[in-house]
């Protein structure tokens, strides 16, 4: 009698086991259900903030009326592309309203069908981003019987506005009125390309154009050419009689205003103070010197000074002098430059009179596929080339008056950099005052021997060239051409691998635009070929700039997520 009652306590236990298991069995498949659906309730928001996000820094894109873009355009767009996924339409559908105008802290929130969204424009770095915000409470189904309600939903996405759609080797952004804003001087053949090296001189492709905001200047009684391979946009033509497109002369111009390209600076506010340089002497041919964690090798054939500098800020009138003859540096020495950013403010400038100079492990030129590389590894902070940011009266200017006939800089732009646009290895900030703030005059006139070569684009935000009486930037051509197509490491500094090369190749922008020809020892004029023949006749003209997408901004970049 008592085993019976015994089996049948177990049974009743067994049915108490299994009605709590079921309880429990019931709410993971009701929480199942639940989260399936609130996973896609919450990725159907993502798409909704990413898409307004997006649509908002559309209208953060410059122009020449609005150079920051149209922020209240950016808060109604986002606001109206992130309700359009739910089905729903802004409260305020005009953009020009001043809940679009003027928002408190450039905020604005709407309330349609239970989605809350709050925009945010512009904000982020250089005022270029969209923050989109959108809130939902979700009725809960199953799990109400486990007393949740209600579950508060939240997405959120940035996205950054891009870049004008548009690729330059030479742009002069000053506008109507400024005058003359790209000036010609010297008395040779130079050359500007688009990247084709002429063979599209039946047909010139988009890419890589030479524009003139204002006037494109080429003196009256100027006895030599400046050839253009591509095509050239002008607004205010002026003494082009010397001016010619794939050396036909006096081409046809056409006009157009273009924005500023809104490239960015990178972030200088956390770059420390630079390390300082390292030093050694007579280093033999075949030796090297290591400082801080960099090693240079002298590949030439006589005993040279190696000067190692390093990335960061440059301050307090300290200027970087190559050579820099109080410390008694050699003006044929080896001066190498660590991958990184390199910010100069406060006056404090970037001096080189000679000396092989460059961001590779020998200070030469150096090459790989064709186009110029660094073989330095990338600084702490990621960036794979050099960068140099000039602001507050800080300039940078270059010639050969201490190494005539030998002198060679050579730097290749970064392809990553923290923060800022990318492929820029000289960078004029906006807030810097000086008027010439980056010359370039080295002499090639008694010699094609010296070398310069910037493989990343030069861009001068500062709008002082026009305005504070200076000519802008300066540009001379070094080299002759015709271009050299495969280039190659050579031990010697003036060496024939290295020769051919243009002055700039990626992109040359600035308010005003000084070109030089340089004039170069043995240039001379190409001849124009009709559309049968196989291209120009290249001739040997000294080479300024040639636009290269591979060291060019990030040209027309749509707007992207940031995240």
Not at 123 to 147: D, E, H, I
Not at 160 to 175: L, M, P, R, V
Not at 346 to 361: A, C, E, M, P, Q
Request: aromatic residues 10%; charged residues 10%.
């Amino acid at each position: 009698m008592s085993l019976i009652r015994l089996r049948s306590g177990r049974r009743g236990q067994a049915i108490v086991i299994m009605a709590l298991a079921m309880v429990a069995i019931c709410g993971m498949l009701a929480l199942a259900i639940d989260a399936g659906r609130l996973y896609f309730q919450r990725r159907l928001m993502q798409d909704a903030v990413d898409a307004g996000a997006l649509a908002g820094a559309q209208s953060l894109v410059g122009t020449v009326s609005n150079p920051g873009g149209q922020p209240n355009y950016a808060l109604y767009y986002a606001l109206d592309d992130t309700f359009s996924t739910f089905n729903q339409n802004p409260a305020n559908n005009d953009p020009n309203s001043s809940f679009y105008t003027s928002p408190v802290n450039n905020t604005v929130t709407d309330n349609e069908g239970g989605y809350t969204v709050t925009a945010v424009a512009p904000t982020g770095y250089n005022n270029k981003q969209v923050q989109v915000t959108v809130s939902y409470n979700a009725v809960a189904t199953f799990v109400q019987l486990l007393g949740f309600n209600q579950i508060s939903i939240l997405a959120t996405a940035t996205a950054e506005a891009g870049t004008n759609a548009k690729t330059y080797a030479i742009f002069a952004y000053g506008g109507n009125g400024t005058g003359n804003t790209i000036n010609i001087q010297g008395g040779g053949y130079a050359q500007v390309d688009n990247g084709q090296d002429g063979s599209d001189v039946c047909s010139a492709t988009p890419s890589g154009e030479t524009i003139s905001n204002a006037k494109f200047h080429v003196p009256t009684g100027y006895p030599g050419v400046i050839n253009i391979n591509g095509n050239i946009y002008i607004n205010q033509a002026d003494d082009n009689q010397h001016l010619a497109k794939y050396w036909v002369t006096q081409p046809p111009l056409a006009s157009g205003q273009d924005p500023e390209p809104n490239y960015l600076i990178p972030d200088t506010s956390q770059i420390p103070t630079a390390h300082t340089r390292g030093k050694q002497q007579n280093v033999a041919p075949g030796g090297s010197y290591t400082y801080n964690g960099i090693t240079v090798y002298n590949t030439t054939s006589i005993s040279r000074d190696i000067v190692i500098y390093f990335p960061g800020k440059y301050s307090g009138g300290a200027n970087i002098s190559i050579p820099n003859n109080q410390s008694f540096d050699n003006a044929n020495g080896i001066y190498v430059f660590a991958n990184g950013i390199y910010y100069f403010t406060g006056g404090t400038s970037l001096i080189t009179r000679g000396g092989n100079i460059s961001n590779t492990n020998s200070g030469l030129p150096h090459y790989v596929g064709g186009v110029g590389a660094t073989n330095l590894p990338p600084a702490v902070d990621g960036t794979d080339g050099v960068e140099f940011i000039f602001d507050n009266g800080s300039y940078y200017t270059a010639d050969n008056s201490q190494l005539p006939n030998a002198s060679s800089t050579f730097f290749v732009a970064p392809s990553f950099v923290p923060t800022g646009s990318t492929h820029i290895a000289f960078y004029i900030a906006a807030t810097n005052n000086y008027a010439n703030p980056w010359t370039e005059t080295v002499n090639s006139q008694g010699s094609n021997a010296p070398r310069y070569q910037i493989w990343g684009s030069v861009f001068d935000q500062s709008a002082n060239g026009g305005t504070q009486g200076g000519t802008g930037m300066t540009l001379t051509a070094v080299q002759l051409g015709p271009h050299n197509t495969t280039p190659s490491d050579n031990s010697d500094p003036n060496g024939p691998g290295s020769a051919g090369q243009y002055a700039v190749t990626g992109e040359f922008i600035g308010f005003t635009l000084t070109l030089d020809d340089g004039a170069v020892l043995g240039n001379t004029s190409g001849a124009a070929a009709n559309c049968q023949s196989t291209g120009i006749t290249p001739g040997h003209p000294s080479l300024l700039v040639q636009y290269n997408k591979n060291f060019a901004p990030a040209p027309g970049v749509n707007s992207f997520l940031v995240k």
